[in-house]
């Protein structure tokens, strides 16, 4: 009977002993310190003749972008176990981030099917794969999945994110929010939660806010190294490179230091605009065999950013070439797009530009430089549309007021010009340009200037451009012109228009229409 006892004692801290090891290789990968959990799942892989070390060690590889690799060991956990069917959520995730989507859906609806809807952790992990993708066509089923999960186990943390993360794809951040407090009630020491509070802050530019919540997830737990990560990254978009350094290299302290962090560690000088660090660190990785094609990636962006256009084309074409395009982000398009515009083929750099915007069209700085980029090419129609589009984003620039009244004035949009102009005059009062275009449009507006509507217009161009007359001769001559014309023609007063057909002839010499005018005064003079 003490034999039997012991027996039962010794299976039962064995099982505990492989649980207890499982759940520390799940924590070693998400504190991003995968070789140690792929070194301790492959020894429990031959120590252990269950699926679990396999399912973990595939989800470590597709935290990798290793879906080869992850699909090999799925493969192998349904192999140990039949009955295991969270090895076919992991042979679709891996098939989905391969690509072939069908076919992963296919292992997804099998998975569900055979339990039967009812297990929390097959609808968890089929929604992750949706969320994770950020695929907008399955949110509303991911979110569906998640609200099951957590209807047939609430108590899970982990639940809750991934319902307030597929909630930002919908762009529902109060609902997101709600989550991602309640996973921190469940778990107090949920560092990523607060994280994932802190990027909302991101989103909205609220750097000072989102370093706040960076603060208390690495108070909650100092060894969550993407905390120290995403804390490097939110100073680099601050600028406070310094800051920026000293996190990531925390971070490294935690996570792995081998050839994957030292890629990370590239993809962050690239953030930090050490693009000259960046690329020598990713060629060195390259030249002792590592690979990684996400590194043309950052090859082609640092080219571009060293003014290199030419190697830039050639880096992002090496990376975009048999790449899924699900894979593509934004600035895949918006770089190649602008390398293509360097390279003088503006209308296909252009049609780049419009696949990042399809993209993110949240992006206020890629839709402006899309309506720079229209206003450089004189399409008009495209400048005037992503303008306004912009404008409905945040309070436009002057650039962007100029840049647009312009566009309005060329599509002959005399109106919207006007106006346009009027608010650069009333923002910035002392910019003549303003007063010129103002007055060009006024001008057009008012044919025959019996209304006179330019005048006062050019007469501010008088005032603000004389000072500097040998800079603004054309707009000195035009508004001189315009006003010589008037008094002439409608005020009826020689003096004043004399004085101003003058003022063109000292500016243009050679100016016929100033001369023709002069003439005809000097012969109605002599009349008299």
């Known amino acids: 009977m003490k034999k039997h006892l012991f027996l039962i004692g010794s299976l039962l801290a064995t099982i505990s002993a492989f649980s207890q090891n499982v759940t520390d290789a799940i924590s070693f990968a998400e504190n991003e310190q995968y070789s140690r959990s792929k070194s301790l799942l492959f020894r429990l892989i031959k ?40 090895a076919l959520v992991g042979i679709g995730s891996s098939l989905y981030q391969i690509g072939k989507k069908v076919e992963a859906k296919a292992n997804f609806d099998q998975a569900l099917s055979a339990s039967k809807n009812k297990n929390a952790e097959i609808l968890a992990r089929v929604a992750e794969v949706y969320v994770e993708a950020k695929d907008k066509s399955e949110v509303g089923n991911a979110i569906s ?52 509070e802190g990027k909302l802050y991101i989103k909205a530019r609220n750097y000072t806010e989102a370093l706040k919540f960076y603060n208390k997830g690495i108070e909650a737990n100092p060894e969550y190294s993407p905390g120290y990560r995403e804390m490097g990254e939110l100073y680099a978009k601050a600028r406070q490179y310094p800051k920026a350094l000293e996190s990531y290299k925390k971070y490294m302290a935690l996570s792995d230091n081998d050839d994957d962090t030292k890629f990370r560690y590239a993809s962050f000088l690239f953030m930090t605009q050490d693009y000259k660090g960046s690329k020598e660190l990713i060629n060195n990785l390259f030249s002792k065999g590592y690979t990684n094609k996400i590194g043309y990636r950052l090859l082609g962006y640092s080219d571009y950013e060293m003014g290199d256009s030419i190697s830039a084309l050639s880096n992002l074409r090496q990376f975009m070439s048999g790449t899924d395009t699900s894979k593509f982000i934004p600035s895949d398009y918006s770089y190649f797009g602008k390398a293509l515009i360097k390279n003088n083929q503006p209308d296909s750099g252009m049609k780049y530009l419009e696949k990042a915007y399809a993209l993110d069209s949240s992006n206020a700085d890629l839709i402006l430089e899309m309506a720079e980029t229209a206003n450089r090419l004189k399409n008009y129609p495209a400048t005037i549309n992503y303008y306004e589009k912009a404008a409905k984003k945040f309070k436009p620039r002057f650039n962007d007021l100029y840049n647009l009244g312009k566009a309005y004035y060329f599509e002959k949009k005399y109106t919207a010009a006007d106006t346009t102009f009027g608010l650069i005059i009333a923002n910035y009062p002392k910019y003549p340009y303003g007063y010129s275009w103002k007055g060009n449009t006024k001008a057009v507006l008012d044919p025959d200037s019996k209304k006179g509507l330019a005048k006062p217009y050019f007469e501010k161009v008088v005032e603000l451009f004389t000072p500097e007359s040998a800079k603004y001769k054309s707009d000195l001559v035009k508004a001189h012109a315009y006003l010589g014309a008037y008094y002439q023609i409608v005020a009826k007063d020689n003096d004043k228009a004399s004085e101003n057909w003058n003022k063109v002839l000292a500016y243009d010499p050679s100016n016929k229409q100033a001369k023709d005018a002069l003439l005809i005064i000097s012969k109605s003079k002599e009349k008299k």
């Open 47 to 86: 120590t252990a003749d269950k699926p679990e070390p396999f399912y973990q060690l595939g989800n470590v590889y597709l935290k990798l972008e290793k879906p080869d690799s992850a699909l090999y060991y799925f493969s192998k956990a349904k192999e140990v176990d039949p009955k295991f069917n969270l």
């Open 145 to 196: 999945l998640l609200d099951k999960a957590i209807l047939y186990n609430a108590a899970i943390p982990e639940y809750y994110l991934l319902r307030g993360d597929a909630y930002l794809i919908k762009q529902d951040g109060s609902k997101a929010v709600s989550d991602y407090h309640e996973a921190i009630r469940l778990n107090p020491k949920s560092a990523k939660a607060y994280i994932k």
